[in-house]
């Protein structure tokens, strides 16, 4: 099978003829109709400021596809099924997987980081890490489910609990950024601000329903956020850049008694206001960590449902052949990329 191989950060990634994965016990063969470029793969393949598991290996975390085969013991999957991957391999017996939690499992495995993932043409799981993709609802779209929506989701719904009503800041509009803005309007939030650097960005993100977008190198985020909503601030600060500098600035934005919440990943070290202002006004500053299994399983219905339109969320499908020009054009900000998805279909 054709995989797109990673050796080295900064070095294009590898097409090329690997031995199709053995079937074992309660493992599933899915054959991927398409997987998701992510951030991630960005900071493995160009920065390499996430280091891997092993190398070579096949990123791509992403993935919805056809089952094509199933091992010993697995009774709840048959050839030709269609499936959302769950990306996070967990173990399903310590206390983080047993409350629901699987994100925050002891011993996780991230497919494309830990072991082989979805840039390849089939791609070897368990079967518990599968989830039912309905037909209405397409490959591509299936495939960012599995990340940049949910995590959003989770975001915003778990972390966040955005309530019908309040006042929202998304601070980087990216691929999941510009999700956090449909979930937070999806919530009746009655207003929402986008704050990005990229012009495509936040109009990606207007059209998403942001009621208001701010570019940071044109103004001070948290002095225009206070006149945008009467000077009270923001009751939901959400952070999807991952430095310092970003953080800050989502807690500069909130009101008193609001809550930040914190998505990007970075290595630098954040600053808390003083005591006196953190505890004076009691804020809340919140991390959060991807989504768990059952956040996956009420995006596909709300997905199925039509209850929430992500028509708009993929901007261009590509062949596997093109994975390092879409790479470089989403680190880039190339031509108002969204969230491109490579395509295997046959």
């Known amino acids: 099978m054709k995989a797109a191989r990673f050796y080295g950060a900064d070095q294009p990634l590898q097409i090329e003829d690997v031995p199709e994965p053995k079937v074992g016990p309660g493992e599933v063969l899915l054959a991927v109709k398409a997987a998701g470029l992510c951030g991630t793969d960005l900071h493995i393949a160009l920065e390499g400021t996430i280091p891997t598991a092993y190398r070579p290996i096949t990123l791509g975390h992403e993935a919805a596809?056809?089952?094509?085969?199933?091992?010993?013991?697995?009774?709840?999957?048959?050839?030709?099924?269609?499936?959302?991957?769950?990306p996070n391999i967990a173990?399903?017996?310590?206390?983080?997987?047993?409350?629901?939690?699987?994100?925050?499992?002891?011993?996780?495995?991230?497919?494309?980081?830990?072991?082989?993932?979805?840039?390849?043409?089939?791609?070897?799981?368990?079967?518990?890490?599968?989830?039912?993709?309905?037909?209405?609802?397409?490959?591509?779209?299936g495939a960012i489910l599995t990340d940049a929506v949910s995590t959003a989701f989770h975001a915003v719904t778990c972390r966040g609990n955005v309530q019908r009503g309040e006042t929202v800041a998304v601070v980087g509009c990216g691929g999941v950024g510009h999700h956090a803005v449909i979930w937070a309007k999806q919530r009746g939030a009655a207003k929402v601000i986008a704050v990005?650097?990229?012009?495509?960005?936040?109009?990606?993100?207007?059209?998403?329903?942001?009621?208001?977008?701010?570019?940071?190198?044109?103004?001070?985020?948290?002095?225009?956020?206070?006149?945008?909503?009467?000077?009270?601030?923001?009751?939901?600060?959400?952070?999807?850049?991952?430095?310092?500098?970003?953080?800050?600035?989502?807690?500069?934005?909130?009101?008193?008694?609001?809550r930040a919440v914190i998505v990007g990943v970075g290595q630098e070290r954040v600053t808390l206001p003083t005591l006196q202002t953190f505890v004076g006004n009691e804020l809340s500053l919140v991390g959060s960590l991807g989504f768990h299994r059952g956040d996956l399983e009420k995006i596909i219905e709300m997905v199925a449902a039509h209850t929430v339109d992500l028509s708009e969320s993929v901007s261009k499908?590509?062949?596997?052949?093109?994975?390092?020009?879409?790479?470089?054009?989403?680190?880039?900000?190339?031509?108002?990329?969204?969230?491109?998805?490579?395509?295997?279909?046959?």
């Not at 011993?107 to 799981?125: N, W």
């Not at 940071?216 to 430095?243: H, K, S």
């Not at 989502?250 to 009101?255: D, F, G, P, V």
Request: charged share 25%; aromatic share 4%.
């Open 65 to 86: 596809g056809i089952v094509a085969k199933v091992g010993d013991g697995v009774a709840d999957w048959k050839v030709n099924d269609r499936a959302a991957v769950f």
């Open 91 to 141: 173990c399903g017996e310590c206390y983080a997987c047993l409350s629901g939690r699987e994100a925050l499992c002891l011993k996780s495995c991230i497919l494309g980081v830990q072991t082989d993932g979805a840039f390849a043409e089939y791609l070897l799981v368990p079967a518990r890490t599968l989830i039912r993709l309905p037909e209405t609802i397409p490959f591509e779209i």
């Open 196 to 258: 990005d650097t990229n012009a495509g960005a936040l109009r990606r993100a207007q059209k998403a329903g942001a009621d208001h977008t701010l570019n940071p190198i044109e103004a001070n985020v948290p002095r225009a956020v206070r006149t945008l909503t009467d000077g009270a601030g923001v009751d939901c600060a959400l952070e999807f850049v991952g430095r310092a500098e970003t953080v800050t600035n989502a807690i500069k934005c909130l009101r008193r008694g609001g």
């Open 317 to 346: 499908v590509v062949p596997l052949s093109e994975i390092n020009t879409a790479l470089h054009r989403l680190a880039e900000q190339k031509g108002d990329a969204a969230r491109m998805v490579v395509g295997m279909y046959k």
